[in-house]
């Protein structure tokens, strides 16, 4: 009875070491699963964010393109207007010049036909009354 309360107790003691082991392989086994899963969890998160930054600045590039762009667009346009209604004011002023010399000459000229018309019937009518 003795011997066999031994062996029991050993038995005993081994089955509970055998115990302890299989919970501490399966306490690492589910440890490691679990800080596998974290870490690819983590990684996952940090990828995303590269991604969504990426994703950010990329977006941010192409808008700064499109902006640009479209203002050096209007800023050709805006040129071509000025330039326009430069060509436009020039074109109003030799108008105005032209028009102005115009009838200055043309008063000039009325006054001068008319003293010459003037001088004709003063010369005709001299000479009328001097033929008489």
Do not use: P
């Amino acid at each position: 009875s003795y011997i066999r309360r031994k062996l029991a107790m050993k038995l005993y003691r081994e089955m509970k070491e055998h115990r302890f082991k299989m919970l501490n392989i399966i306490a690492r086994f589910c440890q490691i699963r679990y800080r596998g899963w974290k870490g690819r969890l983590r990684v996952r998160t940090i990828r995303e964010a590269i991604r969504q930054k990426l994703m950010n600045d990329s977006a941010t590039i192409i808008q700064a393109g499109i902006r640009g762009w479209i203002e050096r667009k209007r800023h050709v346009q805006r040129k071509r207007q000025r330039e326009l209604l430069y060509n436009q004011s020039a074109i109003i002023a030799q108008t105005f010049w032209r028009g102005q010399r115009a009838r200055v000459e043309y008063f000039a000229m009325r006054k001068e036909l008319r003293n010459k018309a003037a001088l004709d019937v003063q010369r005709m009518y001299r000479g009328m009354r001097g033929r008489r």
